[in-house]
């Protein structure tokens, strides 16, 4: 079945004489089987590249409602969006971080919830190599209350792995902000519990008891943590966090086949459904494969980040999204 997929190929000195907006062309007819070649030759433009994603965020090109164009078009545009946050998470300058952070705030603002599900769990791979001027702009996106919480708490992964490389000291004072942020009461209620989560990823003996009071206080399905998770951590407190996931394996060839498999698949029974007279059913939202533009999910979304429905107490990244 492979050898029916085929990808799209392009000579390194081809790329090589392409301007931003050019390469930018083939992003989008490409949509989501575009090369990692291609992402290379956009970051090897560096700022000239950083500046034309910036004029496509501000002139409102990325965010446009693509419902009447073309099929193949609106779907190349939407995924422009998540190709040109993997291109600034690989250029290495303050800008390219600035201008994540502003994805970031538009996504969440734009309710692209398949974007940020795509991301989530990411973000510390994509702030990795940026400067530590950055980080001013990512703790104003945690500490805005006009946000969703749930970007917002993306955004704590980057601030936090970043601290810890910094030192002990760092770690310190970002752990102590973190915690100012759990005990306000009049904070949303998922963020303060993401933030304990992050905070049991590098356990301190004076913050157990405030989070041994939030695994108290919940209750019923889809608890972030308990007292087990706690005890786990503080068990074994040398151990370390799992390291950055890396978000471009979306671009190796044997990820792209697989996506196009599935998704004929997908669309074959999809089809036979519709024959059959049975009612249409969205594509599958726990798959981070699967979808190639926005739909309406009939059940709420889990994220990368949220408590894993098998119960667990666990994120479902580090529970049933690694099984699947």
């Given at each position: 079945m492979n050898a029916s997929i085929e990808l799209?190929?392009?000579?390194?000195?081809?790329?090589?004489?392409l301007s931003p907006s050019k390469l930018t062309d083939i992003l989008i007819e490409d949509q989501d089987r575009v090369?990692?070649?291609?992402?290379?030759?956009?970051?090897?433009?560096?700022?000239m590249m950083t500046e034309y994603?910036?004029?496509?965020?501000?002139?409102?090109?990325?965010?446009?409602?693509?419902?009447?164009?073309?099929?193949?078009?609106?779907?190349?545009?939407?995924?422009?969006?998540?190709?040109?946050?993997?291109?600034?998470?690989?250029?290495?300058?303050?800008q390219a971080g600035l201008l994540l952070v502003e994805l970031m705030r538009r996504m969440s603002q734009e309710d692209d919830d398949n974007l940020q599900d795509w991301l989530?769990?990411?973000?510390?791979?994509?702030?990795?190599?940026?400067p530590d001027t950055v980080l001013s702009s990512l703790r104003a996106l945690c500490e805005d209350r006009d946000m969703d919480w749930y970007i917002r708490a993306n955004a704590i992964e980057p601030i936090i792995k970043t601290a810890a490389r910094q030192g002990a000291n760092a770690l310190e004072q970002t752990q102590a902000w973190l915690v100012g942020t759990v005990g306000d009461e009049s904070e949303d209620w998922e963020f303060r519990l993401s933030a304990c989560s992050t905070l049991l990823d590098y356990p301190?003996?004076?913050?157990?008891?405030?989070?041994?009071?939030?695994?108290?206080?919940?209750?019923?399905?889809?608890?972030h943590f308990d007292r087990d998770n706690i005890q786990q951590a503080y068990s074994n407190p040398t151990n370390k966090p799992e390291h950055f996931a890396n978000p471009w394996k979306f671009y190796e060839p044997e990820a792209i086949t697989k996506r196009q498999i599935r998704w004929r698949?997908?669309?074959?029974?999809?089809?036979q459904r519709i024959l059959n007279g049975d009612a249409a059913y969205p594509n599958d939202p726990y798959d981070p494969y699967y979808d190639n533009e926005p739909?309406?999910?009939?059940?709420?979304?889990v994220g990368r980040n949220d408590p894993?429905?098998?119960?667990?107490?666990?994120?479902?990244?580090?529970?049933?999204?690694a099984k699947e």
């Open positions: 799209p190929t392009y000579p390194e000195e081809f790329l090589a004489e090369p990692r070649n291609v992402i290379d030759a956009c970051v090897r433009c560096g700022d994603l910036r004029q496509l965020h501000e002139d409102d090109f990325l965010w446009q409602d693509y419902e009447d164009d073309p099929e193949e078009i609106a779907g190349g545009k939407w995924w422009l969006r998540l190709h040109a946050a993997m291109i600034l998470g690989l250029i290495p300058s303050e989530s769990g990411y973000w510390p791979a994509l702030f990795v190599n940026k301190r003996s004076e913050y157990r008891p405030l989070l041994e009071s939030m695994a108290d206080r919940q209750s019923g399905w889809g608890k698949e997908e669309n074959e029974k999809e089809k739909y309406v999910r009939p059940e709420p979304k894993c429905p098998c119960g667990s107490g666990k994120k479902y990244k580090k529970c049933c999204l």
